[in-house]
């Protein structure tokens, strides 16, 4: 499996490269043939099965992150990427102010398409993509009492995560992890009976909030 996608992807590298030295038709032409664009069929479509661990700062907690997909297409002209992440639901436990037990559901929504670079070196990828993610809380109990945030609490803006690193892609199921250092933004729309923004805020938003994004290949060249 691992040879056919290594000899599939060379084939694919040999043939743009032969049409960066040859634009247009193989035949003699009298007009010389713009370079067409680059279309959507030029793109390689990767998938990883995506899980991780994101420590909260102020907390000094970690959210366990269930596992999701990641699916993208690697432009192979420019290494261009764009990728849409989708996570299922989290479920976190907190000890706030060193005594009190805060359990809630997380879940992290994009905003618009992951960006960045790619440049494939098989059977490895060095990444640099950069992820908008809204963090929208539910479910939230203080001791086993529920605290009513609201269907609406979420950060007010998306935190921007960085992926930069190494990606193992083949074989098919092998497995990388990448460290990231993220902000929480403040939060805004929580709570139904008062206003609880600035207690979330205080608790949860700030810097050096850090990521471990584990990435498993699912595949390399899907259909």
């Known amino acids: 499996m ?6 599939a992807f060379c084939g694919v590298a040999v043939a743009f490269s032969l049409l960066s030295a040859f634009p247009g038709s193989a035949a003699p032409a009298p ?118 945030v609201g269907a609406n609490c979420r950060t007010a803006t998306p935190a921007v995560i960085r992926i930069n690193g190494p990606i193992k892609l083949l074989p098919e199921g092998s497995v990388s992890e990448i460290p990231s250092t993220y902000e929480i933004p403040p939060f805004s729309g929580c709570g139904v009976t008062e206003d609880l923004d600035p207690l979330l805020t205080g608790l949860v938003s700030g810097p050096g909030n850090t990521l471990v994004t584990k990435l498993r290949v699912r595949c390399i060249g899907c259909p």
């Open 2 to 7: 691992a040879m056919a996608l290594r000899n």
């Open 31 to 148: 007009v010389p043939q713009p370079v067409a664009p680059v279309s959507a069929a030029a793109k390689l479509k990767v998938s990883f099965f995506v899980d991780g661990r994101s420590t909260v700062a102020k907390l000094g907690s970690d959210i366990v992150l269930n596992e999701g997909t990641f699916d993208a297409g690697i432009d192979v002209a420019d290494n261009s990427i764009e990728g849409t992440l989708a996570l299922p639901p989290s479920s976190a436990y907190f000890v706030v102010f060193r005594f009190m037990p805060v359990t809630n559901t997380t879940e992290f929504v994009q905003d618009g398409l992951a960006t960045g670079k790619v440049v494939v070196t098989l059977p490895d990828a060095q990444a640099d993509i950069t992820l908008k993610l809204y963090i929208v809380l539910r479910d939230v109990r203080q001791d086993g009492v529920p605290l009513n």
